[in-house]
C-alpha cells in the first residue's frame, strides 16, 4: 500500500441488485489501498454501497468497509428481493421466461405489495431493516473524513435532492432507491421522494463544488452503448429503462465537457480560469461488463448471482487500476466528448 495514498472522488451509480458489481469495484479499491476518497456520490444501490463504505471505513478502516459491504450483499440474499415486491415468478416473467400474457397472479401481487407498503405509511420495504441494522446512522453523520452525497428526486418538483452526510438518515437512503411502482414515496420533512436515478445518477455536481480533488471515477451499473435496435416490447422496455437511468448522467457530462472546451480553448479571460475547475474524469463502464444481463435481472437477488457480479466488478477495477492508476491526478482517463457524447456537435 501507498504511504501518501492518492485522493479521488467517486460517484456510484444505481441498478438494483446490479448493484453488487459496484461492490465489487469498491472491494477491489479498498483491497489496493492506493486510493482514498474526498467525496462519494450515490444514487440507489450506489448510496447504500456508499453509505456502508464509509460506516466501515469510520468504524474499523478498510477491512471492515469490505466486511460491511459483504455483509449487506449476503444480508440481501437472505432477504430475497428487497429491490422488488415483485417475487421471483414475476422476474423471470420479465426475463422473457413466460408462456402467453401478464399473469393475473403476478399482477395481483405486485399491486399488493404497492398497496401493504402504502398502508403501512410507506414503512414497508424489505430493506428498511436490514439497513437499520447493519448502518451507525449516527457514525456516519459524525464522521470526518470523506464527504458523502445522496440522490433523491423531489415528485412535487422534480428537482433532484442530494442528501448530504449530516442529513442522511435511514429514510434518506430508502428515498435514494424508492422506485415508484414498486414503494410510495418516501416522506422526508413534509416532502416526497422517489429513486434519485430519475434526476442525478449518480449526481456529479456536488463534487465539483464541495471537494478539492479533480479526479471523479464514475462506476456506471446501466449501460450506456448496447449494439443492436430492439425490436421486441420487453427489449424496447429494458432499453427504455437504462436511457431513463443515464439521462443526467449524460446531461451532466455535457456540462462537463463545455467547461473543459471553454479552459482548453483559453475562451476565458486570464482573472476568470481560476473559477473554473478542470475535472479529470475517470470511468468503470458497465457495457461489456454487464452486456449479457437484461435489466429485468436487477431484480435477481441468489448469492451466486450476486458474487459473480461482484467478481465482475472487482476485475473491471482490477483492470482500471493497472492502466490508469498513474493517471490519478495528472489527467483524465477518460474523453468525455468521444466516449459518451459522440454525437454532440460542441
Given at each position: 500500500?501507498?504511504?501518501?495514498?492518492?485522493?479521488?472522488?467517486?460517484?456510484?451509480?444505481?441498478?438494483?441488485?446490479?448493484?453488487?458489481?459496484?461492490?465489487?469495484?469498491?472491494?477491489?479499491?479498498?483491497?489496493?489501498?492506493?486510493?482514498?476518497?474526498?467525496?462519494?456520490?450515490?444514487?440507489?444501490?450506489?448510496?447504500?454501497n456508499?453509505?456502508?463504505?464509509?460506516?466501515?471505513?469510520?468504524?474499523?478502516?478498510?477491512?471492515?468497509a469490505?466486511?460491511k459491504?459483504?455483509?449487506?450483499?449476503?444480508?440481501?440474499s437472505?432477504?430475497?428481493?428487497?429491490?422488488?415486491?415483485?417475487?421471483?415468478?414475476?422476474?423471470?416473467?420479465l426475463?422473457?421466461?413466460?408462456?402467453?400474457?401478464?399473469?393475473?397472479?403476478?399482477?395481483?401481487?405486485?399491486?399488493?405489495?404497492?398497496?401493504?407498503?402504502?398502508?403501512?405509511?410507506?414503512k414497508?420495504?424489505?430493506?428498511?431493516?436490514?439497513?437499520?441494522?447493519?448502518?451507525?446512522?449516527?457514525?456516519?453523520?459524525?464522521?470526518a473524513?470523506?464527504?458523502?452525497?445522496v440522490?433523491?428526486?423531489?415528485v412535487n418538483?422534480?428537482?433532484?435532492?442530494?442528501?448530504?452526510?449530516?442529513d442522511?438518515?435511514?429514510?434518506?437512503?430508502?428515498?435514494?432507491?424508492?422506485?415508484?411502482?414498486?414503494?410510495?414515496?418516501?416522506?422526508?420533512?413534509?416532502?416526497?421522494?422517489?429513486?434519485?436515478g430519475y434526476?442525478g445518477?449518480?449526481?456529479l455536481?456536488?463534487?465539483?463544488?464541495?471537494?478539492?480533488?479533480?479526479?471523479?471515477?464514475?462506476?456506471h451499473?446501466?449501460?450506456?452503448?448496447?449494439?443492436?435496435?430492439?425490436?421486441?416490447?420487453?427489449e424496447?422496455?429494458?432499453?427504455?429503462?437504462?436511457?431513463?437511468?443515464?439521462?443526467?448522467?449524460?446531461?451532466?457530462?455535457r456540462?462537463?465537457?463545455?467547461?473543459?472546451?471553454?479552459l482548453?480553448?483559453?475562451?476565458?479571460?486570464?482573472?476568470y480560469?481560476?473559477?473554473?475547475?478542470?475535472?479529470?474524469?475517470?470511468?468503470?463502464?458497465?457495457?461489456?461488463?454487464?452486456?449479457?444481463?437484461?435489466?429485468?435481472?436487477k431484480?435477481?437477488?441468489?448469492?451466486?448471482f450476486?458474487?459473480m457480479?461482484?467478481?465482475?466488478?472487482?476485475?473491471?477495477?482490477?483492470?482500471?487500476?493497472?492502466?490508469?492508476?498513474?493517471?490519478?491526478?495528472?489527467?483524465?482517463?477518460?474523453?468525455?466528448?468521444?466516449?459518451?457524447?459522440?454525437?454532440d456537435?460542441?
Open positions: 500500500m501507498s504511504r501518501d495514498p492518492k485522493m479521488i472522488n467517486l460517484a456510484l451509480q444505481g441498478g438494483g441488485a446490479h448493484g453488487a458489481f459496484g461492490w465489487g469495484v469498491l472491494d477491489a479499491l479498498l483491497e489496493d489501498g492506493r486510493l482514498d476518497f474526498d467525496g462519494i456520490s450515490g444514487t440507489s444501490a450506489g448510496s447504500m456508499a453509505v456502508l463504505l464509509v460506516d466501515g471505513m469510520a468504524e474499523g478502516g478498510r477491512e471492515r469490505r466486511e459491504l459483504h455483509e449487506f450483499w449476503y444480508g440481501v437472505r432477504t430475497g428481493s428487497p429491490f422488488s415486491t415483485f417475487g421471483q415468478q414475476t422476474a423471470d416473467w426475463a422473457g421466461n413466460h408462456h402467453g400474457g401478464w399473469p393475473l397472479q403476478e399482477w395481483t401481487k405486485m399491486w399488493a405489495g404497492w398497496w401493504n407498503a402504502s398502508a403501512q405509511g410507506g414497508y420495504n424489505p430493506l428498511r431493516d436490514l439497513l437499520a441494522a447493519q448502518v451507525d446512522f449516527e457514525r456516519v453523520r459524525c464522521c473524513g470523506t464527504k458523502l452525497f440522490a433523491a428526486t423531489d418538483s422534480g428537482n433532484v435532492r442530494v442528501f448530504q452526510k449530516q442522511i438518515t435511514l429514510d434518506a437512503l430508502l428515498a435514494s432507491a424508492c422506485l415508484p411502482y414498486l414503494y410510495p414515496a418516501v416522506e422526508i420533512e413534509g416532502r416526497h421522494y422517489w429513486d434519485g434526476m445518477n449518480p449526481a455536481f456536488p463534487l465539483f463544488y464541495q471537494t478539492d480533488t479533480r479526479d471523479i471515477l464514475i462506476v451499473i446501466n449501460p450506456i452503448r448496447r449494439p443492436g435496435v430492439p425490436t421486441q416490447p420487453q424496447v422496455m429494458e432499453r427504455l429503462n437504462e436511457i431513463t437511468f443515464n439521462a443526467s448522467l449524460l446531461r451532466e457530462f456540462a462537463i465537457a463545455f467547461v473543459q472546451k471553454l482548453d480553448e483559453d475562451w476565458l479571460r486570464p482573472e480560469r481560476d473559477r473554473l475547475k478542470y475535472l479529470l474524469m475517470h470511468s468503470i463502464r458497465a457495457d461489456d461488463a454487464l452486456a449479457d444481463l437484461s435489466s429485468s435481472t431484480l435477481v437477488t441468489h448469492w451466486n450476486l458474487v457480479l461482484k467478481e465482475r466488478g472487482r476485475t473491471a477495477a482490477q483492470a482500471w487500476l493497472a492502466n490508469h492508476f498513474k493517471d490519478v491526478g495528472k489527467r483524465g482517463s477518460v474523453d468525455i466528448r468521444r466516449e459518451f457524447l459522440s454525437d456537435p460542441l
